[in-house]
């Protein structure tokens, strides 16, 4: 019978000597995986062209757009986000969100726990209806490279951030063909021509 006691003692001190087998987590830093998916983080490089948001499988992305001020609001509402990772794998730009590894998100007023972006609407001339943002035009126009002129309605954005040409407001009348150059919607541009 003394064997056994002393194989348990012995135990107890190999224990008592060695390091604890899990993490020191609320008192010390977490240990988190270099593949651990925490919550979605909006980048500068995000161009708010909307396509997180119908791809969310949780709809945990808002888009709202605001015609009258010309701008559009993507709001991430992280007390409704499964942290799939799918805004991430969808994103145009590849790194306009990036899942950052910080999860304690815990919380108790709901407004806190969101992030948002906001981007310059692009709106049809004729009609007003949103054809997309400025931001997203510019990354299509440096995607296309030595084609951007090919769409001289999309190119003259380009021109007007560069300032050589006006931004001008003028009444199109679609019946006389006015202006095929102008930045219209897909309806009014099928009605043009």
């Not at 990036?98 to 919380?107: S, T």
């Not at 948002?116 to 943002?133: H, N």
């Not at 003028?170 to 919607?185: H, Y």
């Amino acid at each position: 019978m003394k064997y056994p006691k002393l194989r348990e003692l012995k135990e107890a001190v190999i224990s008592f000597f060695s390091p604890a087998a899990t993490v020191k987590y609320p008192s010390g830093p977490a240990i988190i995986h270099p593949r651990f998916r925490g919550k979605p983080q909006p980048q500068d490089t995000c161009i708010g062209c909307g396509g997180c948001v119908k791809w969310c499988p949780a709809g945990a992305i808002k888009e709202i757009n605001d015609t009258e001020t010309g701008k559009r609001k993507i709001v991430w509402h992280y007390d409704e986000c499964i942290m799939c990772g799918e805004c991430e794998r969808i994103c145009t730009t590849k790194d306009g969100v990036k899942m950052v590894p910080e999860f304690e998100l815990a919380g108790f007023d709901r407004e806190l726990m969101r992030a948002e972006k906001e981007c310059d609407l692009l709106l049809c001339e004729f009609c007003g209806a949103v054809i997309s943002t400025r931001e997203h035009v510019k990354w299509m126009l440096e995607q296309l490279g030595e084609k951007q002129p090919a769409n001289l309605a999309i190119f003259n954005e380009k021109l007007k951030a560069l300032g050589l040409t006006e931004d001008t407001k003028r009444k199109i009348s679609l019946d006389k063909r006015d202006d095929l150059f102008a930045l219209l919607c897909p309806k009014c541009r099928h009605r043009v021509n």
